[in-house]
């Protein structure tokens, strides 16, 4: 596991989140699914998209270039080995950033087996156990799923339409299909 101070605190999402000061770095990071880039902040992975992908925010002044950051090597490091079939889950802390709904879909995407799928119905039925009633539609869970920053590590892929099909995933339907295969294996 990373850490980055001893004191980190476990966060309602699983990771941890060491902070530091406020600037956000970033680095490219290459995958057998295309280019990815990766956002530190706090001292805890705060994204990680694919550089095509939909809703990949762009990097702004605040923005530093920081390649050589352990962060990053152990992010890379564990990347590789999901990729190789060695590694089911991540051991960083992280940090994603998103309203409280979000984050409570997020949580949940965190308990989807590796290897399972489920459906956005169901994580809708999921969270209406948690949070008060009304019960939240299937459409605004798939925003959240979709607004997820740490695309893999967080696994919206896992999450497929009502009759099973592979619908919505911002890094496209041919990687949610190659991640799905790779976790089938």
């Not at 990680?48 to 090597?73: G, S």
């Not at 965190?110 to 009633?133: D, E, K, N, S, V």
Request: with cysteine; net charge neutral.
């Amino acid at each position: 596991m990373v850490r980055i101070r001893e004191d980190d605190a476990p966060t309602p999402w699983g990771g941890k989140v060491a902070p530091m000061n406020s600037a956000k770095y970033y680095r490219n990071i290459p995958s057998p699914l295309g280019e990815m880039i990766a956002l530190a902040e706090r001292g805890a992975v705060a994204g990680l998209w694919f550089t095509d992908q939909k809703f990949l925010p762009r990097p702004d002044e605040e923005w530093r270039h920081a390649p050589d950051l352990p962060l990053f090597t152990a992010l890379e490091e564990q990347l590789e080995a999901y990729f190789r079939g060695e590694r089911q889950l991540f051991d960083l802390p992280l940090a994603p950033q998103g309203t409280p709904f979000r984050q409570a879909v997020w949580e949940l995407l965190r308990t989807i087996p590796f290897g399972a799928t489920t459906t956005y119905g169901a994580l809708a039925q999921q969270l209406a156990l948690l949070r008060p009633p009304p019960l939240p539609c299937p459409q605004a869970v798939g925003g959240a799923v979709g607004h997820n920053p740490l695309t893999i590590i967080i696994p919206c892929h896992r999450v497929v339409g009502a009759n099973g099909s592979l619908t919505g995933y911002a890094g496209g339907l041919l990687r949610k299909a190659a991640l799905l295969e790779l976790e089938r294996r």
